[in-house]
């Protein structure tokens, strides 16, 4: 599985912006996928998850209630919606996928990762 990210960018305070990443291979609908993301200095950290169906999502306390993932197995497209940003929120966001095993929030869990995309949060 290849995937790509895409749909970053500067974004003000209190805004909104969608990620998606675009998955090739047949498998997809068979993976858990989840999005992370780095801020400069500190390591990669868990955001979201979602089950193989969409049927189970789970989120950082950080971005509860602010952040939606979701996906369209159809087009084999995973999605992150973000609102109400703020600059904590400014880090490099990456998509991965892996086997429906293992701590959802682990990197080491997923075997497939796209190559980022920026989140520039302004205040």
């Known amino acids: 599985v290849q995937l790509q990210a895409s749909g970053g960018g500067l974004v003000q305070a209190g805004g909104s912006l969608r990620l998606s990443c675009a998955a090739s291979?047949?498998?997809?609908?068979?993976?858990?996928v989840a999005w992370f993301r780095q801020a400069p200095g500190k390591e990669r950290e868990f955001v979201a998850s979602a089950s193989p169906a969409g049927t189970y999502t789970d989120y950082a306390d950080s971005v509860k209630g602010r952040f939606a993932i979701s996906r369209d197995n159809a087009k084999n497209t995973m999605y992150l919606q973000m609102n109400s940003l703020n600059s904590e929120d400014t880090a490099v966001y990456y998509c991965?996928?892996?086997?429906?095993?293992?701590?959802?929030?682990?990197?080491?869990?997923?075997?497939?990762w796209g190559q980022g995309t920026q989140v520039t949060v302004s205040s």
């Open positions: 291979g047949r498998t997809f609908s068979s993976y858990r």
């Open positions: 991965a996928a892996g086997p429906y095993s293992g701590s959802r929030a682990d990197t080491r869990s997923y075997s497939y």
